[in-house]
């Protein structure tokens, strides 16, 4: 099989760089920019002729994404790629999975229908499959997830003694219980109820039996870090130790990452979406997941 060209929109450059020498992959050149108006302009410099392409893009803030990323299917397809794949560290509008008030968008199912028809593959990071038992539901497309849960015990190892594992609420159990076997802690789950967007309540946890050890809460998504501030607030008012948070995909809306630091939280996130807490390396997972998915298509 022919190397696969990957194709980094901005700002997914190093992460792609990451991919190239354990899916002997070569990196291809993509120029993006806004012209006067505010429309995407796009090229594709590197010569694709006949060969697989992937696209590498993490898709926080997705929307300022989309249209240059179905510019990039389009074109890399028009310039004769064999077939052109999507490998999206974080996914994003995984969360709009129901219509919770009438009348509203349940956003994942038109998003999954777009990057469908447009890619013919997919490969993501723990995708927020909630009331979506896999990705297949919505995405028609074949999909590869890489799990981060191996990563993050690991580091969860290296970094911290005598941890117990700490889920903010029922969703975060799946992640939290193969980060916490892998890890050889033990780990509780807590209650979580959400009013809106930024209005979060967390029940309290029952650490009794775990005096001396340190949590680490763990979660797929920080948003807008409501979850993590109001779990890590609840813990300090039982007394426990200073927590550690860790997310496998930290997005951080109106700079909550500075909140938490100023609270006195460590958080450390994975690079499934470039930022400064990124302490955690999920690329080979990517990598993995890749080459799996190559021969089905
Ligand atoms: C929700 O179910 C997710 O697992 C996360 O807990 C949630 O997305 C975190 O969002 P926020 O940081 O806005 O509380």
């Not at 590498?56 to 249209?67: G, S």
């Not at 890399?76 to 969360?95: D, Q, S, T």
């Not at 191996?150 to 939290?176: C, F, T």
Request: charged residues 20%.
């Amino acid at each position: 099989m022919s190397n696969m060209i990957l194709l980094p929109l901005a700002g997914n450059e190093t992460f792609a760089t990451s991919l190239v020498e354990p899916l002997d992959a070569r990196l291809g050149q993509v120029e993006a920019r806004h012209f006067p108006d505010g429309e995407s302009y796009l090229r594709i410099v590197s010569e694709l002729g006949g060969r697989d392409v992937a696209v590498v893009c993490t898709l926080a803030r997705p929307d300022e994404k989309i249209l240059p990323l179905l510019f990039a299917a389009a074109t890399a397809r028009e310039l004769g790629a064999r077939k052109v794949g999507l490998i999206a560290p974080y996914l994003a509008y995984m969360r709009q999975d129901r219509r919770f008030k009438p009348g509203e968008a349940i956003s994942s199912r038109p998003f999954a229908a777009i990057v469908s028809a447009h890619f013919d593959w997919l490969v993501t990071v723990d995708p927020h499959l909630h009331r979506y038992g896999s990705l297949a539901e919505i995405y028609s497309i074949p999909t590869r997830v890489a799990h981060a849960a191996s990563a993050i015990s690991a580091w969860i190892k290296l970094n911290v003694e005598s941890p117990v594992i700490v889920g903010p609420d029922r969703e975060s159990e799946q992640w939290v219980a193969e980060v916490a076997s892998e890890a050889g802690a033990p780990f509780i789950v807590l209650e979580k109820s959400r009013a809106g967007d930024r209005d979060v309540t967390v029940r309290t946890a029952d650490l009794a039996q775990w005096p001396m050890r340190t949590p680490v809460l763990v979660d797929d998504i920080v948003s807008s870090g409501g979850t993590m501030i109001e779990a890590v607030r609840m813990l300090r008012s039982i007394g426990a130790l200073p927590p550690v948070c860790v997310a496998v995909h930290g997005l951080f809306a109106d700079q909550v990452d500075r909140k938490l630091e100023r609270i006195g939280v460590r958080v450390v996130t994975t690079n499934a979406v470039p930022h400064w807490t990124n302490l955690i390396d999920v690329s080979e997972l990517v990598a993995a997941a890749t080459i799996q998915i190559r021969p089905t298509v």
